[in-house]
């Protein structure tokens, strides 16, 4: 794959296929939050042997280090649009890691910000399932309270270990430094650098790969047009067990025979806003599904926003009866009542 051309989460299989999309099977090194991109070049410049991940966030950042990959010709490295979590979650496979790094991470310094930070406890647990046993983790900041935070996480973390026996460094030599480091040396802050390793300690949390199911739908046959469904329609949230459903907005197809229910589903770290279909049959059956717009995944979430807008659909058009329903087993059940 071009690195000029990132992926995003759900573009990709869970777990990714690396050795397909690098074109090689090759040990997976992964940068976390790379921003304008220095440290993930050399580390690729450095490490031609290996397959280099780059996530972050952020869309132009991934631009310009995708442009700059690109003109340095180095293609063993992949960019992914997202955050780690997920990233870590859906795309990487257990103990599939042979190292990470993670430089500067934002420090959300204002007191009720903190815990917005990414290494944590939790974080340092998703991680050790992810990483190989003796797999790097090496992490910098120039931030004093996120320092003794990651320090804290670490020490008490039974997964991972120091490699030098001390907690962090005051500096790293022969390091190159990326962006964030530079602001921090000229402004007199003291990068601390922490050189550890995922031990061979069983991870503690399993942290699944999310899983998907079979595309879900449910049809519908009795007295309800696509008119009166949309002007009925109203935003909603609904909780299911594993995370929320926002129904945002419903649209109208120009040509009449479809509603697109815009809708917001986070099965945290899986996020998805994608549009779930009402089509109205020529027989008369309306067939509630995910709308193929984007790259949306049926999980869990999917399912259980599916079960609801046809529950919904139920209770405002007593007479309509459930035809067939395609949905998970906790979510068929509810529709089955009305057979
Ligand atoms: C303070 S900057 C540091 C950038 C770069 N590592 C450096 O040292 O110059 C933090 C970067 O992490 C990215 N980021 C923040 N949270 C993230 C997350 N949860 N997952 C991936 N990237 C994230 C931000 O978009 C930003 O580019």
Sequence with gaps: MSPAIWSKIEQLSWPADWPALFGRDAPLLMEIGF????YLIELAGRRPEANVIGVEISVPALRRAGRKLERRGLNHVCLI????????????????????????????????????????????????????AGAPLDIATDHDDYAAQIAAALARSPTFESR????????EPGRAPTKYERVALAEGRTPRYFAWRRNDAPATTP?????????PHVVLRGPADLTEIGRRFRPSVILFDGGRVRFIEAYRALGGDKLLI???????????????????????????????????????????????????LRAEFPAL?????????EYAHAQDERY
């Design 207 to 215: 942290f699944p790969i999310p899983e998907e199911y079979a595309m």
């Design 164 to 171: 030098s026996g001390a907690t962090f460094a005051l500096e």
């Design 321 to 329: 009866i459930v035809v067939h329903s395609a949905l998970q087993e």
């Design 262 to 312: 815009e809708t917001y589903i986070n099965e945290d770290p899986i996020r998805q806003r994608l549009g779930l279909e009402v089509r109205a049959r020529a027989n008369g059956e309306i067939v509630i599904g995910l709308a193929e717009v984007g790259f949306p995944r049926p999980t869990r979430g999917v399912h259980a926003a599916i079960a609801a807008l046809a529950n919904w």
């Design 35 to 38: 921003g304008s991109g220095q």
């Design 81 to 132: 649009q997202g955050d780690a979590n997920a990233v870590l979650r859906a795309l990487c496979a257990p103990g599939s890691l042979a190292a990470v790094v993670i430089n500067f991470p934002d420090p959300w310094p204002k007191l009720d910000h903190d815990a917005r930070r990414l290494i944590d406890n939790d974080f340092l647990c998703l991680l050790a399932t992810r990483m190989a």
